[in-house]
């Protein structure tokens, strides 16, 4: 892990505009004392990191992810949650019938869940903790994705204006998921279908 203060040059070099949608979206600036911290997988301890900055959470923790089997990844939203804390997870429709999926473990757990089947992939993966702190990478949520793969993983901390461009991201991922429910199925256009066979 390195952690990277003044992130003069990283905005400098990332101030371009970003193609989303057909819409510019210029990096925001970083608030005064922001830092990133960087991980490279394997053996950064990169879940355990995310773990720790879930349990900081003091407000919210929100995970848009393609693909989540992590056990330490889950008891830490699992407590988030316990905690009285608005944890949302929005998969990719994948994991609705995964055998390993965490997406049963959250239901059981009543952690809100939600399925995003309108893309052929719902692809991110990001979290937001409270309203200053982005998270993202190539890294899926999972414990191969920390411990054996070849990954990076961002967190970046004091960046409300970042953190704000991401909340806006996942409530549109949201509104496009269903609620999740065991056994659930998609029609061919992504949406909810109905119950699948026992």
Known sequence: MKRLQGLALLVAALAVPVHAEGIAI????PSSGATAEVFFSPDAGTDRAIAR????????????????????????????????????????SSQATLRYSSATYFHNQGVPLWINARYPVM????????ADTVGFGSMNFTRAGAQQNAENF??????????ATYAQAFERLQDES???????????RGGAAGEARP
């Open 53 to 92: 900055a879930v349990g900081e959470a003091r407000r919210r923790v929100w995970v848009a992810g393609y693909y989540f089997t992590s056990s330490t990844l889950a008891k830490a939203l699992d407590q988030a949650h316990a905690r009285g804390l608005d944890v949302r997870v929005v998969l990719d």
């Open 26 to 29: 210029v990096l925001p600036a």
């Open 154 to 163: 961002n967190l970046f901390r004091r960046w409300p204006q970042l953190a």
């Open 123 to 130: 692809h991110h993966k990001f979290l937001l903790i409270d």
């Open 178 to 188: 269903e609620r999740y429910r065991p056994g659930m199925t998609f029609d061919a």
